[in-house]
């Protein structure tokens, strides 16, 4: 079900739906974590009903078994008092007998940016033969990119409409889920080496079309025609809503370039969006056929940094083969075209992984965001690295802010959960990990920060259930060694110590990263052995080190001095 979400306003109230936080009159009102989770429950589906049942998984999960009426009734009447709200009478609150309860005043909510925000809908695949698919995709993605370059707009991510691909649902409703101003339609038509591509932009409060176009052009000409089409765009949207706005430098010209090329190139972007395995695999030989035939076409070389990059960092390939290759086909692109926010990306990620160098990272993702300032990885490297040099609050304004433009995709969503966790704010941690398992049940990482939120707010049961559910789902080294850990802290050292025989078989196999190994040694009180993994760590140069200050599961260690050594060793700041 879509929900609302950031910030937003109801009578004399404020609620930030992200932070868990109630205000009135700007003054900041006392609320109980679960009667706060209630009412953000409530709000974020303003105007539908949601059952007792919702409420009670959204509590308690499937596993817990407690008199959840009584639960439920509280929280409701917390939520009352705070809001100064009556049943008999409701303003905000509305009782639904033997239904649940229904938010009821008109919910506003807040511009999630100042710039005027566009959603560009799946592009509609007109020739009706899936095989097709990958071509208007790859338009879409393409347009999508060609107007994050552009100032004057924000555009949402391409991951969170990918979910409304032939949807029937209205643009209005669209449009309020994702709290855009504006919404791109558009359809492909592809025949022979010959391309029909329509658009059209629609915008809401009052709802009005705005703009259309029709271009045809052949295969060579489609991304220069996609880069054209977004710009029209952004001077429609800004001459309507923002009229002061300027759209920016335009980009260089695109250079000419061979219809198979261009074909291939869009074929690599729809398999390389699905981040499998085997689709990363297609995207590599895709871009590499690119790169042999056209080695001076930008677009195909950032590109296949960016596939080898995915590859290291999924664990689908050795960092050492891959990472070294992204870095010099990143160095090439830029050199080629220096305005390819994806090339300055992987060079920050390889800066850092690769040379472990945080203030050439630093300048490459600024550049990265300077140049696409809708690049939702870019802002969220970018908190990474605010993260880890100490300007902690700007980390978590810059996840925040990457959560705007991609609202509804895993990555950014469990992301988020993992900062929040670093950061120590485990309440805020646990609420964003409950959020993302709401949007992605079968995803891992969340129930890990979920597990860690609930151990570090003292209550050890919950976690070992949601650790154990995780290792049901994936036995891979980090569900081993968290569980792991937990069992040894609890005295649970038989099954501790199982879980790290397991642990060891894996790393036989090359699928254990050091620093599982010192998760699990620290949970069973060996702080020597665990120690030793760290340095096995820093001498393989593991990126995960700059995690350290936070990174959960070492609390055992953070008060020995070899510890305290190599945190000062990466240079990163705790939180």
């Avoid at 792991?484 to 990263?513: I, K, N, S, W």
Wanted: hydrophobic fraction near 45%; aromatic fraction near 8%.
């Amino acid at each position: 079900m879509p929900r609302i979400s950031g910030r937003v306003s109801f009578g004399e109230f404020e609620l930030d739906l992200e932070a868990g936080m109630l205000r009135k009159s700007g003054r900041t009102l006392k609320l109980r974590p679960q009667p706060m989770r209630v009412l953000c429950l409530l709000v974020s589906h303003a105007g539908r009903p949601v059952s007792r049942e919702e409420i009670r998984r959204h509590l308690w999960g499937e596993s817990t078994f407690v008199d959840y009426d009584v639960g439920v009734d509280s929280c409701v009447n917390r939520i009352r008092m705070a809001l100064r709200d009556k049943a008999q009478a409701p303003r905000y609150v509305e009782t639904l007998p033997r239904q649940g309860y229904r938010f009821i005043a008109p919910v506003k909510r807040e511009r999630a940016f100042a710039e005027p925000t566009l959603a560009v809908l799946p592009v509609a695949n007109l020739n009706g033969d899936p095989a097709r698919d990958y071509f208007a995709d790859g338009v879409t993605d393409a347009l999508i990119t060609e107007l994050a370059r552009i100032p004057a707009v924000r555009v949402i991510s391409r991951q969170s409409v990918l979910h409304l691909k032939g949807s029937s649902r209205k643009l209005e409703e669209i449009a309020r889920d994702l709290g855009v101003d504006g919404v791109v339609e558009g359809a492909a038509l592809h025949e022979g080496n010959r391309v029909r591509l329509t658009a059209q932009l629609i915008l809401m409060e009052p709802e009005r079309h705005a703009w259309a176009q029709s271009y045809d052009c052949d295969m060579s000409a489609v991304l220069t025609t996609q880069r054209d089409a977004a710009r029209a765009i952004a001077a429609c949207v800004a001459t309507a809503l923002r009229p002061d706005a300027a759209a920016g430098p335009a980009p260089p010209p695109a250079r000419p370039v061979a219809p198979e090329i261009v074909e291939a190139y869009l074929k690599a972007r729809f398999e390389l969006d699905k981040l499998s395995a085997e689709s990363i695999g297609k995207a590599l030989q895709y871009l590499r056929e690119i790169t042999a035939k056209a080695p001076d076409f930008a677009l195909g070389l950032a590109g296949l940094a960016a596939c080898l990059f995915s590859l290291g960092w999924w664990g689908h390939a050795p960092i050492r083969e891959v990472y070294p290759s992204a870095k010099h086909l990143a160095l090439e692109a830029v050199a080629i075209d220096d305005s390819l926010s994806l090339a300055h990306v992987v060079l920050a990620w390889m800066n850092l992984l690769l040379d472990w160098d945080l203030d050439g990272a630093m300048r490459e993702v600024r550049r990265a965001i300077e140049l696409s300032p809708s690049d939702t990885d870019a802002h969220l490297l970018y908190s990474t690295l605010l993260c880890f040099v100490g300007r902690h609050s700007d980390a978590i304004a810059e996840v925040q802010y990457a959560l705007k433009l991609n609202p509804t995709s895993l990555h950014p969503n469990q992301y988020a959960a993992w900062m929040y966790s670093h950061m120590g704010q485990h309440a805020r941690a646990e609420a964003q990990a409950r959020r993302t398992i709401e949007l992605f049940p079968d995803s891992l990482q969340p129930c890990f920060v979920l597990g860690w939120s609930q151990w570090y707010q003292g209550r050890a049961e919950e976690a070992v259930a949601v650790l154990e559910k995780a290792l049901s789902h994936s036995r891979e080294a980090l569900s081993l060694s968290y569980l792991g850990h937990v069992y040894g802290r609890l005295g649970r050292t038989d099954e501790a110590t199982r879980l790290l025989q397991e642990l060891d078989q894996l790393r036989t196999r090359g699928q254990a990263p050091p620093i599982a190994f010192v998760v699990i040694y620290a949970g069973l009180g060996d702080v020597e052995a665990a120690l030793d993994w760290l340095e096995t760590a820093y001498r393989l140069r593991d990126g995960y080190l700059f995690w350290l200050p936070g990174a959960p599961g070492l609390d055992p260690l953070r008060s020995d001095p070899r510890f305290t050594d190599l945190v000062r060793r990466m240079g990163v700041v705790p939180p």
